[in-house]
């Protein structure tokens, strides 16, 4: 049985930072593309960033050159390192993994999710 465990939420300030991570189980995820979406109170699940198997890297316009994702295949890790946090990046948030390379911000491209994990931004 796969499953997606993230962890690393939680409250913090504006402009400080957070580490979110997902370590997937049941099965091994380095061909995968792994990726991090996103939920606000009210609003559609939103694309964040995604990174292919081969590295290359996908970010909302919203999050460029504040947050950073990484993997570690060794652990079927993804992480999501947030600088300079705003308010606006209050929600919960989700990895996912797709078997084939996706369009980016495609929801239904994504196989596997995680339960999600709060990110509380106060200003």
């Known amino acids: 049985q796969v499953q997606l465990i993230e962890s690393g939420g939680g409250l913090v300030q504006a402009g400080g930072s957070l580490r979110l991570s997902c370590t997937a189980s049941?099965?091994?995820?380095?061909?995968?593309?792994m990726g991090w979406f996103r939920q606000a109170p009210g609003k559609e699940r939103e694309f964040v960033t995604l990174?292919?198997?081969?590295?290359?890297?996908f970010y909302a316009d919203s999050v460029k050159g504040r947050f950073t994702i990484s993997r570690d295949n060794a652990k079927n890790t993804v992480y999501l390192q947030m600088n300079s946090l705003k308010p606006e990046d209050t929600a919960v948030y989700y990895c996912?993994?797709?078997?084939?390379?996706?369009?980016?911000?495609?929801?239904?491209?994504?196989?596997?999710w995680g339960q999600g994990t709060q990110v509380t931004v106060s200003s």
């Open positions: 049941g099965r091994t995820f380095s061909s995968y593309a």
């Open positions: 996912a993994v797709a078997p084939v390379a996706p369009i980016p911000s495609s929801v239904s491209a994504y196989q596997y």
């Open positions: 990174i292919r198997n081969s590295g290359r890297t």
